[in-house]
């Protein structure tokens, strides 16, 4: 069994944004947090976004044998040996 995330794409980005462009209390000022999971939030940097290129690798789990699908930024595909043709992606930077 293989199991994918899945991503974002920026139609779903803008549909998003457009949704909260309705809500009387999001302005242009509203900040924009990450949520890690954690008990705290992490700030999203206004340089936070980058177009990158990426590929798709598969690393398998230990004890169920399940197959999970991620992705690499194309300089390190080697390392978590990514296969296939790299693609355009955005990226938002987590620097914590």
């Known amino acids: 069994m293989e199991a994918e995330i899945k991503v974002m794409t920026i139609k779903e980005l803008k549909q998003a944004i457009a949704a909260l462009e309705e809500i009387p209390e999001v302005t242009e000022e509203t900040k924009v947090f990450l949520d890690t999971g954690w008990d705290s939030l992490q700030e999203v940097a206004p340089d936070a976004l980058s177009v990158e290129k990426a590929k ?17 930024l194309e300089d390190k595909a080697e390392k978590t040996k990514a296969t296939g043709e790299s693609e355009t992606i955005v990226v ?5």
């Open 56 to 72: 798709q690798f598969k690393v398998q789990d230990e004890l169920t044998k399940e197959y999970f699908t991620g992705y690499s």
């Open 92 to 96: 938002l930077r987590n620097l914590y």
